[in-house]
Structure formats: C-alpha cells, structure tokens
C-alpha cells in the first residue's frame, strides 16, 4: 500500500533561519507531488507541484523554493525564514485512474516562526 | 481561471441537527470532484469522489451532490455528531493536466452540544 511520510510535526525556527521539510512517498512510483500551506482560519494554498524528477511548478510568488531530488522525495526549504512564513504545511502525492485525480495527504507540519 | 468557491465559510450546529455544505466551481475541463474533511492540525482525509456522470453519493451520514450544468457540489452531513466537527474542504481535479487539484478555502464545521 501507499503510504506518505512529512516531517518534522512541528518547528519552532527564529526569523532568518533556513528551513528544509521533507516528505517521501513509498508504494507507488512517479507520483505527483504538492506542497500547500495553510495559513491560521484560512484555506488550503498550493505552493508548489511537481509531475516528476527536477521538476517543480511554483503557484505563488515567495520566500520558499521546492526541490525534488528523488522520484519519491519532495523538499520544501528556505533560506531565511519570515514571520509571514508561519503555518501549517501539507505534502500530498496524487495519480490518476480512469476516475480521475486521487490525492493522498501527510500528516502536517506546524511552523512557527519567532 | 480555475476557482473553487465554499460557502458558507464557517457553520456552527447543534449536535444531531442536519447541514449542508456548498460547493461552486469554474474548474475546467473538469475530471472529478472530492470532498474532504480535515481535523485540526491533520491532513485532510477523503470523505467521497464522483466523477462527471455521478450526481450523487453517500458514504455513511455524509451524502455529496453534483450538478455538472451548474458546476455546484453540496455535502450533506445528517444527525451530525461532535465529531464531524472538523474543515471541509472541496477540490476539483483538471482534466489532462496530470493531476492537478483546485482546491476550495474550506467550511468551517463546528457541531456543539
């Protein structure tokens, strides 16, 4: 079966300092993979997409980047922190069967930056 | 543009009582719509999918719509219980676009005693 690991749950980071989340996907290969954001009492944002190996779609204009070294790895970093970066973090992975798009979603992580 | 727009944006119940959620989208070329619940501080977790030729489905006391006319889904939460307290968030998928999701800002669902 497919499973989604995302980690740290949560970081507490000062403004300034890099960041680098990280999330695999095992079960499955060349998955789609997303990174949303969710500020506090708002929706969930996509920042970044990625159909496949070194290759990153970015939505928004921002203070992060995305990288996808492996076929089954997705990073989200930066390299200094901004208070505007606090939030709760999703990775998701996604494919499609003959009923459409199926996206799967880790557990989270919770970022506050001081 | 490719939107999905929720309404209403926050909801509070009272526990055992019935609701409905709402969904407008102006996703094109449609692929299938899912509705998903979100418990604070979790992932969000799939709740039903329907696809262009589905105009309804259930999966326990949640029951989804749609109407591929008017690009309109609702979520249907019967005899709601403290736990469906929770973010329901709708997403649309773009056909031929690898997957992409559109996703909806969410409803807020607070069930009280």
């Known amino acids: 079966s497919q499973t989604i690991h995302q980690w740290p749950a949560t970081l507490v980071q000062p403004v300034g300092s890099p960041l680098s989340l990280e999330c695999t996907v095992e079960?499955?290969?060349?998955?789609?993979l997303y990174w949303y954001r969710q500020a506090a009492g708002r929706g969930l944002q996509l920042l970044f997409y990625?159909?496949?190996?070194?290759?990153i779609s970015s939505e928004v204009p921002q203070n992060l980047s995305a990288s996808r070294p492996q076929d089954r790895q997705f990073i989200l970093s930066s390299k200094k922190l901004l208070l505007s970066d606090s939030g709760f973090y999703l990775c998701?992975?996604?494919?499609?069967?003959?009923?459409?798009?199926?996206?799967?979603f880790g557990q989270g992580t919770r970022l506050t930056v001081v | 543009k490719n939107q999905v727009e929720q309404s209403p944006q926050s909801l509070i119940i009272l526990e055992g009582k019935n609701c409905t959620l709402q969904?407008?989208?102006?996703?094109?070329?449609?692929?299938?719509l899912r509705w998903y619940k979100q418990d604070t501080g979790r992932g969000p977790v799939s709740l039903t999918i329907?696809?262009?030729?589905?105009n309804t489905k259930s999966n326990g006391r949640y029951t989804a719509t749609l109407d591929a006319d008017t690009k309109q889904s609702s979520l249907h939460i019967t005899a709601s219980q403290l736990s469906d307290s929770a973010s329901y968030i709708c997403?649309?998928?773009?056909?031929?676009?690898?997957?992409?999701?559109?996703f909806g800002q969410g409803t807020e669902l607070s069930v009280k005693p």
């Open positions: 998701a992975w996604s494919y499609t069967s003959g009923r459409g798009a199926e996206a799967f």
């Open positions: 079960g499955t290969s060349n998955p789609n």
């Open positions: 329907m696809t262009f030729s589905e």
């Open positions: 990625s159909v496949g190996i070194g290759q």
């Open positions: 969904c407008n989208y102006t996703v094109s070329p449609f692929s299938n």
């Open positions: 997403v649309v998928s773009v056909q031929n676009q690898g997957g992409k999701l559109i």
